[in-house]
């Protein structure tokens, strides 16, 4: 029997709301099966199971809030005997982390051990009884909550979504854009720990993009539309060779010494209509096709932007990049993510006059910038990161 | 097919990428991505979503020609008989 604990979704998360159990005790589970929804100050994270099993029980109600690393379910595996009549044996193991993709353990985020004093003295909301049927209506408590106070009607809201806060109109009627300023504060909370313990130090070059764009343009000429490449899968490629080669830019640091990742996930700075913005990976960067990778990118921006990622996706990056796509401006100087080590920043391209061969010809430009973690590296080898990343970019069909 | 069909067609896919944004008070001559605040994904989205559902190639080559929210729609209407 393995204890299922409330994961950390990054390091400015310190507790979790359970909003779905997505499995019935006595229910078979699959590694990568998702079984619970979580609702963070970043929207509603699916909650993926580590190991193959039965779910034994529940142990957390829906709409309770509990800190990072306090149990929430718990596990059969299924060497074990299936009786559920057996007395419970308590648990001495904390849940495996899975081996080949550790969580990030997060210095100031509550340990997960027994010294976090009684989960929760907040009474947990009660829960109507249609949130235990299925094709139940999934309302966040807080929504809940204000929909009680102010007589607002649930059920006119339907049930294709998860309602939360902003979707219940406040006593005078207007809708509240509450989450804004949750998403503001876990900005903050990750920005200000990164400018008070990260020394960044910063590069820049300038990249001239136009055999990128017209590998882009010729792949895309006979492609309908569902099938077309955008000029970031070969961005996000790049980026993600050059840090699986130079190592020092990709993966953590923590208690005081950085630890390389076993493979590129490459967190995506994706701003989202509602405010503020998310920066979940997309894993292991470097491999498939890029069709495959673009598909990929694709569902991961889709499924942001409709407030649904999992939960592995928001603790999984070990390098970010952020980039202006086609409507920004020049050049963008990012702010590192802890407790990674750096983050690349792509400006928008525009058309330049450029030296060749020593005639001028215009050309497509844009402006890559790395701001890295001097407690890790040097300009010296971050000048050859950021060359590398240019490099691929200029050898568009190597990619 | 009538302006009005393609009009609303068009206002459809737009409602679902930028719900916030209120189709009567933007520039329908001016850039469609300034205007619905749409990046390169969300544009994907769009002629993906148009081509399906009129059986349109959309090529990249013609993305010129479906600047503002008025040349898209006079596309549209040329293309689909």
Do not use: C
């Amino acid at each position: 029997m393995t204890e299922f604990v409330m994961p950390s979704l990054g390091a400015d998360m310190e507790d979790g709301t359970l909003v779905e159990q997505l499995v019935a005790p006595g229910d078979p589970i699959h590694r990568g099966d998702i079984i619970a929804a979580v609702e963070t100050q970043k929207g509603a994270i699916e909650i993926e199971v580590f190991e193959d099993g039965f779910l034994d029980k529940w142990l957390v109600p829906l709409g309770k809030k509990v800190p990072v690393g306090t149990p929430i379910a718990m596990i059969r595996t299924s060497n074990e005997p299936d009786d559920p009549d057996m007395p419970q044996p308590a648990d001495p193991t904390p849940a495996a982390p899975p081996p080949e993709a550790p969580q990030p353990v997060d210095p100031v985020a509550p340990p997960a051990t027994p010294e976090e004093p009684s989960p929760t003295p907040e009474q947990p909301p009660e829960i109507p009884p249609e949130l235990s049927q299925p094709d139940r209506q999934r309302v966040s408590p807080a929504a809940r909550r204000r929909a009680a106070e102010t007589g607002f009607d649930l059920t006119s809201l339907g049930t294709g979504k998860i309602i939360s806060l902003d979707d219940i109109p406040d006593a005078t009627g207007a809708v509240q854009p509450e989450p804004v300023s949750a998403m503001r504060q876990a900005i903050s909370a990750a920005m200000t720990r990164s400018k008070r313990e990260i020394p960044h130090y910063y590069l820049s070059d300038t990249i001239d993009l136009t055999r990128a764009e017209d590998f882009i343009s010729a792949h895309n000429a006979d492609q309908p539309p569902d099938a077309r490449l955008a000029l970031g899968v070969l961005y996000i490629r790049a980026v993600a060779l050059a840090a699986q080669k130079y190592t020092d830019f990709n993966g953590y640091f923590e208690d005081g010494k950085f630890t390389p990742g076993d493979a590129v996930h490459l967190g995506m700075a994706i701003n989202l209509r509602s405010g503020g913005l998310v920066a979940p990976a997309l894993h292991d960067a470097t491999e498939g096709e890029l069709p495959a990778l673009m598909a990929r990118l694709k569902d991961l921006v889709t499924r942001v932007r409709q407030g649904r990622f999992r939960a592995r996706e928001l603790s999984d990056p070990t390098i970010t990049l952020t980039s202006l796509g086609d409507r920004g401006v020049a050049g963008i100087t990012g702010v590192i993510f802890p407790p990674q080590v750096a983050i690349v920043g792509i400006g928008t391209p525009t058309l330049q006059p450029a030296v060749i061969a020593g005639g001028v010809q215009p050309r497509r430009m844009a402006q890559i910038t790395l701001a890295a973690d001097h407690r890790v590296s040097d300009g010296h080898n971050g000048a050859r990161f950021l060359r590398a990343i240019i490099k691929h970019l200029q050898n568009p069909e190597q990619l | 097919m009538t302006d009005d069909t393609i009009q609303t067609l068009l206002e459809k896919h737009l409602r679902r990428i930028a719900p916030e944004v209120p189709l009567d008070d933007i520039d329908r001559s001016a850039d469609l991505r300034e205007e619905f605040d749409i990046d390169s994904m969300d544009f994907m989205t769009l002629i993906t979503g148009l081509g399906k559902e009129l059986s349109l190639p959309m090529p990249e080559a013609d993305y010129d020609q479906m600047r503002s929210f008025d040349d898209l729609a006079g596309y549209l209407r040329s293309h689909s008989q």
